[in-house]
DNA sequence: TCGTGGCTTTACCAAACGGTAAAAAGCCGG
DNA sequence: CCGGCTTTTTACCGTTTGGTAAAGCCACGA
């Protein structure tokens, strides 16, 4: 009787979790592309192998597959942060969040250009999300940040600004990767960024002349 | 005779001037937050005060629009870059890039994030223009860069990620405003931003203990 | 063998899409 | 105030869009 397209029900088939995965990896293939607007489910249907009909079977619609994308993505992308350890040595604890923000661009780019997708064109099916589940974390490590500093720990810098250089110079590379593959030349264009970041952030963040 | 949507006649009437412009004002609004796909003609017809068949009278469908806003804007996009000295002081030659890019992403939010649409939907319509346009000015900058640190004027770094790392950081302010909005405490974030980011380059690439 | 319930397909729909033809309305020098 | 042009509007067109109704398919327990 209850449509599989209501998440509320209880245990979901293995051809339901099987086509409701299908569906959402070949929707991340689209929307991190064309943006939500510029998606069409027959892109969707086409990528993943089923009938717009049968999408729409496990789906409540298109804007239903592009917030659940969202909030399975936000999970796993906001963890670094969260990660951001108070106990830890701050040099430290700041460079493994580059170094695995870095690595999460290298290994989920779709899921970061979903995402740069949605904020470039004013978050609006996000900003609650933005609202109530990212800004109480940034403003928690945004403190932990600052304590560090007073401490005399890090360098002085500013916490936001800090983050958002990070967020910045790490998604950019999965973001733009189409202008990247252009201007860089062949090779290891990762290493070279991994090496490229981690001492671009020792220098700013290591306190006194170390 | 000649419909002015062939930019290859003479004069342009005063009228057919002005419209042009409001057309092309109002499709900066809707491509920058829609991207192409996304993106309709009768949003920029209602956007713009003129009737859909009298946009497609001054231009030859969506698609020349959209060209248009990119080539008019990769004329001033890479001005700054163009303008680095070979024969100033390496540190203010950078500084005063980054100064001017920061100052353009303010200035200018709407056409760095189309340019961000355009890219992060895999530049399907510019990927001829960053081969032929920017990629040889990216080389040229890179190499000049990385004399200046051959010489000892600069600290060591990858020129070319060092010009993504910039382009990344200055960008981010316009590209993610969204996010800015709800993430930043009220106050001069641009202020905060220019300081923040001239003091992160600044340590990255004074020579020696400057 | 027969249902019965979960899954899939076929055949649609109204609205929105980019674009066109041609008539109507301005505009302006003579 | 007229004739010829540019500009604008009205009325469309074929296609694509997100979405629906309902019939068909299929495995499996009684």
Do not use: C
């Not at 009909?53 to 597959?65: Q, T």
């Not at 399975?72 to 695995?100: C, F, H, K, Q, S």
Request: aromatic content about 8%; charged content about 30%; cysteine-free.
């Amino acid at each position: 009787m209850q449509t599989p397209a209501d998440t509320s029900a209880k245990k979901p088939s293995r051809i339901q979790a099987r086509n409701r995965r299908r569906i959402l990896e070949a929707a991340l293939d689209v929307f991190s592309v064309e943006g939500y607007r510029g998606a069409t489910l027959d892109q969707i249907a086409q990528a993943s192998g089923l009938s717009k009909p049968n999408i729409l079977y496990y789906f409540d619609g298109k804007e239903a597959i592009h917030v659940t994308l969202l909030n399975a993505m936000m999970e796993t992308w906001v963890e670094p942060l969260r990660r951001l350890d108070p106990e830890g040595e701050p040099l430290e604890e700041l460079l493994r969040y580059i170094r695995r923000k870095l690595e999460m661009s290298r290994e989920y780019p779709r899921e970061s250009r979903l995402f740069a997708n949605e904020i470039v064109q004013g978050a609006p099916r996000m900003r609650p999300h933005l609202e109530h589940g990212l800004k109480p974390l940034v403003d928690e490590k945004a403190a932990l940040i600052a304590r560090w500093v007073a401490e005399g720990r890090l360098a002085p810098v500013e916490p936001r600004h800090l983050i958002m250089s990070i967020w910045a110079t790490t998604q950019h590379y999965a973001d733009f990767e189409a202008q990247i593959a252009v201007l860089m030349p062949e090779g290891d264009v990762w290493d070279d960024a991994a090496a490229h970041v981690e001492g671009m952030f020792r220098k700013l963040l290591a306190p006194e002349g170390g």
